[in-house]
C-alpha cells in the first residue's frame, strides 16, 4: 500500500474498506506542463482511490500522467493549464480499462435533468453490488457546494449505508471531515447540477 494514502476501515452502517488519496500529499507531476495536485489533482485523486479500493497497486501520478500525455508523451488537448477538461477524464479511465493489468468494467451514467433523482434506485444498486463511481461537481445552478469551493471538483462515491445514503471519498480538506458522514442521494445530484458536465455518475468496478 502506497504510504501517503489513507485506509478508510469497513464499517458497520455499510461502508467498504476503502483507499483515500489527499490533493496536498502530492505536490506535482515531476514532467512539464507544471500540474500542482493541491488545487488541480481531484481527479487523478478520486481515480486512484477507487482502483486502489479495488486492490490495484496505483498512485495519482500514474493516472495523472494518462490524463495529461498522449501515446506519444505530448501534452492532451484536454488539458486546460488549470484542470481537465471533463472528456480527458473519460480518456484517461478508458486508457485504465484497456490496460490488461486492471479487469475493469465501467458504466457511464448521465442524469436527465427533467427528472434529475430518477437514477437513485439505480446507482444505489450498483454500488451496494460492488460499484464505485466517480462525479464531478460545481457551484452554477444553485449547487449547495457541500464537497469543494471552488469552480469544480471531482470525488467518489464508495459505499451505501443501511439507511441508503452515501459514502464519499472526497480528497480536499473538506474531505478529511466528511470520511464517516454519509449524503442523500438527492444531495450528490444538486452538487452535480452545478457543473453538468460530462461526467454524472462514471460508475466502475473490478471485474468479477
Known amino acids: 500500500m502506497n504510504t501517503k494514502a489513507q485506509v478508510i476501515p469497513e464499517s458497520k452502517d455499510g461502508r467498504r474498506k476503502s483507499v483515500r488519496f489527499v490533493q496536498r500529499y502530492w505536490g506535482t507531476l515531476p514532467k512539464k506542463p507544471k500540474f500542482d495536485f493541491l488545487h488541480q489533482g481531484c481527479a487523478p485523486c478520486s481515480v486512484a482511490s477507487i482502483l486502489a479500493t479495488f486492490g490495484y497497486d496505483i498512485s495519482p501520478y500514474d493516472v495523472a500522467n494518462l490524463m495529461m500525455f498522449d501515446d506519444g508523451g505530448n501534452v492532451s488537448e484536454f488539458w486546460s493549464g488549470?484542470?481537465?477538461?471533463?472528456?480527458?477524464?473519460?480518456?484517461?479511465?478508458?486508457?485504465?480499462?484497456?490496460?490488461?493489468?486492471?479487469?475493469?468494467?465501467?458504466?457511464?451514467?448521465?442524469?436527465?435533468?427533467?427528472?434529475?433523482?430518477?437514477?437513485?434506485?439505480?446507482?444505489?444498486?450498483?454500488?451496494k453490488n460492488g460499484w464505485m463511481g466517480l462525479i464531478n461537481v460545481g457551484k452554477e445552478n444553485d449547487s449547495p457546494m457541500t464537497f469543494h469551493t471552488g469552480r469544480g471538483h471531482y470525488l467518489a462515491v464508495s459505499s451505501v449505508s443501511k439507511s441508503g445514503e452515501f459514502y464519499v471519498i472526497n480528497p480536499n480538506e473538506i474531505g478529511d471531515n466528511q470520511i464517516d458522514k454519509t449524503f442523500p442521494f438527492e444531495i450528490l445530484v444538486d452538487n452535480i447540477r452545478g457543473r453538468k458536465s460530462v461526467v454524472n455518475f462514471l460508475m466502475m468496478r473490478r471485474k468479477m
Open 82 to 127: 488549470k484542470g481537465f477538461f471533463a472528456p480527458g477524464v473519460k480518456l484517461g479511465i478508458e486508457k485504465l480499462v484497456k490496460d490488461s493489468k486492471y479487469d475493469l468494467e465501467i458504466k457511464d451514467i448521465l442524469i436527465d435533468w427533467e427528472d434529475q433523482y430518477a437514477l437513485k434506485e439505480q446507482i444505489t444498486g450498483l454500488v
